[in-house]
């Protein structure tokens, strides 16, 4: 009865198709044990071996078993062990979990994050973490679009997961808005602006709140009365601008000639364009050299 009892004792194990679940990194005497009481009177935290990768299962046959268990001070003789077969430990992601590493990230107390949905899969435990560089930005800044937000479940020592969040944040903040219609091209005027308090997306760069950095610029799109003034459609004014008149300055040596000519194409500051002059019509390739001045050298006829 003695030795049937150990026969039984040894091969008692977990349910044929089940899996040991292994919490950390390694595998562990305490772990084993809840699938062979053998393992009961070793060191709970003599080590095994490493636990598979998540998603992945590892089989570890009786003689390796065996041989763990003496190693370990518990001879079992030629006593038969059942194999066992381990996996790591792996649970769905909370939402909870996810929102308060989203809103760390963010960095801003008054920031509204709704969490539409996350990274379904089961996940090992481990710390959540989500970047604010890796946020994409929605379009025209519109805090009502869905963007996804990337990032991170670190495990172990050096290893990670990817996972994601479709999330939509906002914040109330003062920007610079449109008074009038803001149209390309046009230098803009202070009269223009205002300043609006708007429930926007946090970027840290796309939305301005003092009208001075806007003033004297040109916007790339046309911005209707009300919107948010946003620094992606803004641009310095050309210094010239195609058809107006320009002061030709001709330089070849010594030699100094200047003319008023028409400029045949925009640009700013440094930039190479066509002029023409009027007195016979000849065209130079001229250097914007400041506001509706152009420079000619040799070399320079179009």
Known sequence: MIVVALVSL???????????TIAGSEILAGDLASGNALFATINPDAVFGFAPMPGARRALLGRELAAF????????????IADLCVERQAAPLRGADILAALEKATGIPAARIELLDYSRQPMPGGALEFRWDTLSVPVGG??????????RLN???QHSLTIWAKVRISVER????????????????LQQLQIASKRVFPSST???????AVRGKVVSRLIRAGQPVLVSVLREPNDVTAGEKVQVRVVDGSANVSFEGTALASGRKGTAIPVRNPAGGR???????????????????A
């Open 174 to 189: 003062p920007v610079v808005t449109a008074a009038t219609d803001l149209v390309p091209g046009r230098s803009i005027e």
């Open 155 to 157: 495990y172990d020592a």
């Open 283 to 301: 065209v130079f390739r001229g250097v914007i050299e400041d506001k509706a001045r152009v420079v000619v050298r040799p070399g320079g006829t």
């Open 69 to 80: 268990a003496r190693r370990n001070g518990d001879p079992v003789d030629n006593t038969p």
């Open 10 to 20: 040894t091969l008692l194990s977990i349910s044929p198709g089940a899996c040991l």
């Open 142 to 151: 519109n805090p009502d679009i869905p963007v996804i937000w990337r990032g």
């Open 206 to 212: 796309g939305f301005l709140d003092s009208p001075d």
